[in-house]
């Protein structure tokens, strides 16, 4: 039984390898750009900047994470949240009276955020229906429904913004829950359900276990479909709530909005240890790197660098840390064997 254990811990402190390496590098950004922009990256104005505008990006990546985990891939997040905008904004704008108050503009706004759900709901069933039941390859079939989603909100839009909402709607982008912003705490919540639900739920060891070997998921009964296909309707569940995210953030919705969030997000479930053939991911590691390049997004904002030079720094980012990632695992089998003979050895003794 010793044995066992022994063997348990070394296993969760080499899964957590690239981990603790996200967190160092992460520590290092952070202190670099603060020994770089003492008077302005380490003070509370730009701290509570970044917590407003890590979180849409933070939830898109939450829903890349866990397609990813199966094995596959949602290109269509961003334009699934940019769809559900719209539609809250339409809602807003088009069907709410202008003079509704009180009650009625609590039932207003709730019935907004129950359309962008269900609008991120639907667009999963059709990714999930595409994925799942059809058989398309996932990368194909989000990226022809990423056209899809973003080529109705240009019809619906006509390629124009659409803004004039409730203050009291905008609060959820800029109001507080004590001192933390309401967009952080959205993230917040998410991810704490995100962490239970693959960490603590039969549907999430049914996911790991899909990702990892398909073939042994279908031998130890897991039904492959249903499963992958509730994992592509969470996927566009937190893509609506990164909607309302994001339009109660900037006050409008459009349907180009954030079109580089589909790379950062993936690029973000990389850094955050993902892996992108399926099986492994964590919740923490994401959130550590969706941090890690906010931290250099603040960072290069204030140094005024260009989005060039942005774009270049998070490309050679990626790059480095798969290469680690893809050294490490090359070598993990030959370390593995050898850490079970030498404890297997001691325990025997």
Same mark, same amino acid.
């Not at 940019?82 to 019935?111: E, Q, R, S, Y």
């Not at 056209?147 to 659409?162: D, H, K, P, S």
């Not at 240890?273 to 399926?278: E, M, R, Y």
């Not at 030498?342 to 325990?347: D, K, L």
């Given at each position: 039984?010793?044995?066992?254990?022994?063997?348990?811990?070394?296993?969760?402190?080499?899964?957590?390898?690239?981990?603790?390496?996200? #967190? !160092?590098?992460? =520590?290092?950004?952070?202190?670099?750009?603060?020994? %770089?922009?003492?008077?302005?990256?380490? /003070? *509370? @104005?730009?701290?509570?900047?970044?917590?407003?505008?890590?979180?849409?990006?933070?939830?898109?990546?939450?829903?890349?994470?866990?397609?990813?985990?199966?094995?596959?891939?949602?290109?269509?997040?961003?334009?699934?949240?940019?769809?559900?905008?719209?539609?809250?904004?339409?809602?807003?704008?088009?069907?709410?009276?202008?003079?509704?108050?009180?009650?009625?503009?609590?039932?207003?706004?709730?019935?907004?955020?129950?359309?962008?759900?269900?609008?991120?709901?639907?667009?999963?069933?059709?990714?999930?229906? #595409? !994925?799942?039941? =059809?058989?398309?390859?996932?990368?194909?079939?989000? %990226?022809?429904?990423?056209?899809?989603? /973003? *080529? @109705?909100?240009?019809?619906?839009?006509?390629?124009?913004?659409?803004?004039?909402?409730?203050?009291?709607?905008?609060?959820?982008?800029?109001?507080?829950?004590?001192?933390?912003?309401?967009?952080?705490?959205?993230?917040?919540?998410?991810?704490?359900?995100?962490?239970?639900?693959?960490?603590?739920?039969?549907?999430?060891?049914?996911?790991?276990?899909?990702?990892?070997?398909?073939?042994?998921?279908?031998?130890?009964?897991?039904?492959?479909?249903?499963?992958?296909?509730?994992?592509?309707?969470?996927?566009? #569940?937190?893509?609506?709530?990164?909607?309302?995210?994001?339009?109660?953030?900037?006050?409008?919705?459009?349907?180009?909005? *954030?079109?580089?969030?589909?790379?950062?997000?993936?690029?973000?479930?990389?850094?955050?240890?993902?892996?992108?053939?399926?099986?492994?991911?964590?919740?923490?590691?994401?959130?550590?790197?969706?941090?890690?390049?906010?931290?250099?997004?603040?960072?290069?904002?204030?140094?005024?660098?260009?989005?060039?030079?942005?774009?270049?720094?998070?490309?050679?980012?990626?790059?480095?840390?798969?290469?680690?990632?893809?050294?490490?695992?090359?070598?993990?089998?030959?370390?593995?064997?050898?850490?079970?003979?030498?404890?297997?050895?001691?325990?025997?003794?």
């Amino acid at each position: 039984m010793d044995l066992v254990r022994r063997l348990q811990l070394r296993d969760l402190v080499n899964r957590d390898d690239n981990l603790l390496r996200l #967190l !160092v590098i992460s =520590v290092l950004v952070f202190g670099t750009m603060t020994v %770089l922009n003492p008077d302005r990256f380490l /003070t *509370g @104005l730009n701290i509570d900047s970044m917590a407003n505008q890590f979180p849409e990006l933070g939830i898109l990546s939450l829903g890349v994470m866990l397609a990813m985990i199966t094995g596959g891939i949602d290109l269509s997040v961003v334009g699934v949240a940019n769809l559900a905008g719209i539609f809250v904004a339409l809602v807003f704008t088009k069907v709410m009276p202008a003079d509704a108050a009180g009650a009625a503009l609590v039932g207003w706004i709730a019935l907004a955020l129950g359309v962008a759900l269900c609008t991120g709901l639907a667009a999963g069933a059709v990714n999930a229906f #595409l !994925v799942a039941v =059809v058989g398309i390859p996932p990368i194909l079939a989000t %990226l022809g429904t990423m056209q899809l989603f /973003t *080529g @109705l909100a240009i019809v619906i839009t006509q390629g124009y913004a659409v803004v004039g909402y409730p203050e009291a709607f905008l609060a959820l982008g800029s109001g507080r829950v004590w001192i933390f912003p309401i967009p952080f705490v959205v993230f917040a919540a998410c991810a704490g359900a995100m962490s239970v639900l693959l960490g603590r739920t039969r549907f999430g060891l049914q996911l790991y276990v899909m990702g990892t070997n398909l073939r042994a998921a279908v031998f130890a009964g897991i039904e492959t479909r249903k499963a992958l296909f509730k994992s592509y309707l969470l996927s566009g #569940l937190l893509s609506g709530i990164a909607g309302v995210v994001m339009i109660s953030r900037t006050n409008s919705a459009k349907a180009d909005y *954030g079109e580089s969030y589909v790379l950062q997000a993936v690029l973000v479930s990389v850094l955050g240890g993902v892996n992108p053939a399926g099986g492994f991911g964590t919740v923490l590691g994401v959130t550590v790197a969706v941090l890690s390049l906010q931290f250099l997004s603040s960072g290069f904002n204030m140094l005024r660098f260009s989005n060039f030079a942005k774009e270049f720094t998070w490309g050679m980012f990626l790059l480095a840390i798969m290469t680690l990632n893809y050294v490490q695992n090359r070598r993990r089998p030959r370390r593995e064997a050898a850490r079970v003979q030498s404890i297997a050895t001691g325990g025997a003794q």
